[in-house]
């Protein structure tokens, strides 16, 4: 049976990652003795747990003419996402990330973008066969806005499934682009930003709820440890729960559960069960360090999946 083709539209960056015992706060000087450069990116993670989960999946990027645009390359193409259509941007260097991960493997991160913010709408129309060949396109926003907006605006004028993975989020979030997006998966914090509204437990439905109304059709709010909101027109509203397992490093949770869920529904599942598939693929990415270093396979998400039920 023909895979029907998911297309990532975002970032790429060299992760370099730093262990640290505790996220250091404002004017405060930590020691790390451990530090490792890892290829990650937003966009760039996603593309590689969907081929890791044996989507048929391209990438749409920038890069620049350097080793890490290589390093990228092969990590990809390892995966088995065709990455044929990176686009090498002159006089600037493919983007960075400097990634603190603390001992209960929570992150804080801070994105050089470099050759990110080079990918124009022109890239995109350069481009728009693989908008044409796909079914679903997956977005977040590590790359100019106006690219964000005009590549969600074509896809769905073409007909495409839309998933927008709002991180991070910029204070001039664009409102135009929630008419254009199918599903969006903020985590707690950039639910915040995005409604204004507190990231208590208590104000998750109501602020998902508040994403609906401005014509969003599936909301899903990933909470970490506590799992995943669900608001949806096809599946209703529900709680999905986290698994208990022992984090190390949280990098890419988020973009691996984006790309788990997109390789399910071309699968034919409808969203629950989608996001509950995607909840495993998390569950497993936690456990393990770096970004795309961390993304497991089809068969190990299954395994997993088996002792789960034995
Ligand atoms: O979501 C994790 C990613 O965010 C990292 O790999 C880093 O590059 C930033 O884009």
């Not at 769905?156 to 910029?170: C, H, M, N, S, T």
């Not at 903020?186 to 409604?195: G, H, I, K, Y």
């Not at 208590?200 to 609906?212: E, H, K, T, V």
Request: some cysteine.
């Amino acid at each position: 049976m023909e895979k029907k083709k998911i297309l990532v539209i975002g970032s790429l960056n060299i992760d370099m990652v730093i262990n640290v015992d505790h996220t250091p706060v404002t004017g405060e000087t930590i020691l790390s003795d451990h530090m490792a450069m890892v290829p990650g990116g937003k966009g760039a993670n996603q593309a590689c747990a969907a081929g890791c989960l044996g989507a048929d999946v391209v990438m749409l990027g920038a890069v620049g003419e350097d080793a890490y645009a290589d390093m990228q390359r092969e990590s990809l193409g390892k995966a088995g996402v065709d990455v044929s259509y990176l686009v090498r941007k002159q006089d600037v260097s493919t983007g960075l990330a400097v990634v603190t991960v603390n001992r209960d493997g929570d992150n804080s991160i801070v994105v050089i973008s470099g050759a990110n913010m080079a990918l124009t709408p022109a890239d995109i129309d350069a481009n728009e066969s693989l908008i044409r060949e796909c079914e679903l396109v997956i977005l977040q926003l590590e790359i100019p806005l106006d690219t964000v907006c005009y590549a969600a605006k074509r896809a769905k004028e073409l007909g495409k499934k839309v998933v927008l993975d709002p991180a991070p989020v910029p204070n001039d979030f664009p409102e135009e682009l929630y008419q254009y997006v199918d599903i969006i998966k903020p985590n707690e914090t950039e639910l915040a930003r995005l409604t204004g509204m507190g990231s208590g437990d208590a104000d998750i439905a109501p602020a998902a709820s508040l994403l609906r109304g401005r014509g969003v059709k599936n909301v899903l709010v990933t909470l970490g440890e506590k799992g995943v909101y669900l608001d949806s027109e096809e599946c209703g509203r529900c709680m999905i729960p986290a698994h208990k397992v022992r984090a190390v490093d949280t990098t890419a949770a988020g973009d691996s559960f984006t790309a788990a869920l997109a390789m399910m529904l071309m699968q034919g599942k409808d969203i629950r069960e989608a996001a509950e598939f995607a909840n495993c693929v998390s569950a497993i990415v936690v456990t393990r360090e770096g970004a795309q270093s961390s993304i497991p396979t089809l068969e190990e998400v299954i395994k997993y999946r088996e002792g789960l039920a034995s």
